[in-house]
């Protein structure tokens, strides 16, 4: 069964390549989409699935992720026919074969046990899927292509020494060398502590490279963005998902927004051609979403906000203090631009907090509970927050792009109502932040099931990435829009009058083509 399911996507590759027809040719992905999920349906209520001596084995964390991938592939496979007939333009034979043997090395990389293994199989998914990401053959899927393969070849590199230096923690120690996971895990204990270290901290940031954690994940908006619909549900659909199953309340409330801005896209559009396309991609990115997630969020519910209701159902006073003890406090808002303004954390010898976040209810007339509690910062920086200021400043204008300073730049007028959007949604996100400060947690309160998710202080995470896009895009205008042409109309001329030397096509250009280039 580990052969078929490995072979199986493969075998439907080669077909696909050696297929003529470039019309008929794409109903091979998703014939074998299903070939692929009726032998995980198989192996999931089947017996043990293991094969090479323990190289290929489907754990219990195995099975759920291999029925998310199959899922999720079955689901995109069937928009693909539909997909590429609005390509003819394009040839599909290396997009079918490539998307067909991603599917093969996905389910290799789930089933395998030696880090060695695992590493080709993941090198081999990266190398799968670029030619995926270049399949409009822009400029930009060139950019982002290049992207996802050098960065992702300096993360699989370091994974390779890490799995080295892994293997050699057991030699260090006279032990047999192995990387078969089983072998590690009953070895732990005898293995080279600093070789066992180094190795740790190599892995993690490799594969945290391939899989896009901060900071190393600069190739994700890129090839999110220049993907076909399709292959980014692949990508994007299930790192959703299991965001919900790693902090489900976060999660649901990085949904709400992003679910929010999706539909408020899909309206903007007034093609419905355009709508219907949209949709076939934002469908099955949810469904594949709720696969891992569903469970994870009954859990949550049943071992949680159960919980809650029944310790606090005879006092609603008691349950809204137990909810919002951690609400950020609307007077501590300087420390998101001055560090340390009130402190760094709570018990930090050389900076502890004095603030009140975490506080308990009546504390000040007790002395009982926290007197505040604080492990993390929320600094963001003067820098950011004024290019997000200046974002919603410029879209806020009524005369729009080109009247406003930004005729070197046409696409602001374009990006006024999504400028809009997210600066309302990030100013709803700091305004629910401060749950009992804020009148408007008091409405969201009253919702069902999220009246009893605790911590508003959580919607912090949704204003950062909300203010991080006003300020990407607030600084790119400040570039081209400044109120005499442009910062970098400034820059030039101040070049020019400096008698600074600039070579024959910067003087005969445009200031702000200059700046950019």
């Not at 199989?121 to 409009?136: H, Q, R």
């Not at 929010?260 to 899909?266: D, G, H, P, S, V």
């Amino acid at each position: 069964m580990a052969f078929l399911l490995i072979i199986v996507p493969l075998i439907f590759a080669v077909l696909a390549l050696a297929a003529p027809s470039n019309r008929w040719r794409p109903l091979l992905v998703p014939a074998g989409g299903v070939a692929h999920f009726i032998l995980t349906g198989f192996a999931l209520t089947g017996g043990p699935v293991t094969a090479l001596q323990g190289w290929l084995v489907l754990d219990p964390l195995g099975k759920i992720v291999l029925g998310l991938v199959s899922v999720l592939f079955v689901v995109c496979a069937f928009y693909a026919p539909a997909y590429l007939a609005l390509r003819p333009d394009r040839q599909n034979r290396v997009f079918c074969t490539c998307l067909l043997g991603m599917l093969g090395m996905m389910t290799l990389v789930v089933l395998s046990h030696h880090l060695g293994l695992m590493w080709v199989a993941i090198e081999a998914t990266t190398l799968s899927t670029a030619p995926l990401l270049f399949f409009n053959h822009s400029s930009r899927s060139l950019e982002a292509t290049w992207k996802y393969l050098l960065i992702g070849s300096v993360g699989i590199a370091l994974a390779l020494l890490g799995s080295f230096f892994l293997a050699y923690s057991s030699v260090h120690e006279g032990l047999a060398p192995t990387l078969l996971l089983d072998d590690l895990v009953k070895l732990a204990p005898q293995l080279s502590r600093p070789w066992l270290h180094a190795a740790f901290v190599l892995l993690l940031v490799g594969y945290g490279t391939k899989m896009g954690l901060a900071p190393m994940h600069t190739w994700k908006p890129d090839a999110y963005g220049e993907a076909p619909g399709l292959v980014g549900a692949l990508l994007a659909g299930g790192a959703v998902g299991f965001a919900l199953v790693e902090q489900q309340d976060v999660g649901l409330f990085f949904g709400l927004f992003l679910g929010a801005y999706a539909l408020f896209t899909l309206f903007r559009m007034k093609a419905i051609t355009w709508k219907l396309r949209v949709a076939t991609f934002l469908i099955p990115m949810g469904l594949m979403a709720a696969w891992p997630a569903i469970p994870s969020l009954l859990q949550s519910y049943t071992h949680n906000i159960q919980n809650v209701e029944t310790s606090d159902k005879e006092s609603p006073e008691a349950k809204w203090d137990f909810i919002t003890q951690w609400s950020f406090p609307p007077d501590e808002s300087m420390a998101l631009v001055a560090p340390g303004y009130l402190g760094w954390r709570s018990g930090e010898p050389n900076g502890p907090y004095w603030g009140r976040l975490g506080r308990s209810a009546g504390w000040e007339q007790t002395g009982q509970g926290f007197m505040n509690f604080k492990l993390d910062d929320w600094y963001l920086g003067v820098i950011p927050v004024t290019f997000a200021l200046w974002a919603c400043f410029v879209a806020w204008r009524k005369r729009g792009g080109a009247s406003a300073g930004c005729g070197a730049a046409p696409d602001c007028v374009d990006r006024r109502a999504e400028i809009i959007f997210w600066g309302c949604a990030t100013l709803v996100a700091l305004l629910l932040a401060m749950g009992k400060f804020s009148p408007v947690y008091r409405v969201f309160y009253e919702l069902p099931v999220v009246n009893n998710i605790r911590a508003p202080i959580k919607f912090l995470q949704v204003f950062q990435v909300g203010l991080g896009i006003l300020a990407a895009v607030g600084m790119e205008w400040m570039m081209c829009c400044g109120p005499s042409g442009g910062v970098g109309n400034n820059v030039i001329a101040a070049r020019r009058e400096a008698g600074v030397p600039m070579a024959p096509e910067q003087l005969a250009s445009k200031p702000n083509d200059t700046y950019r280039r």
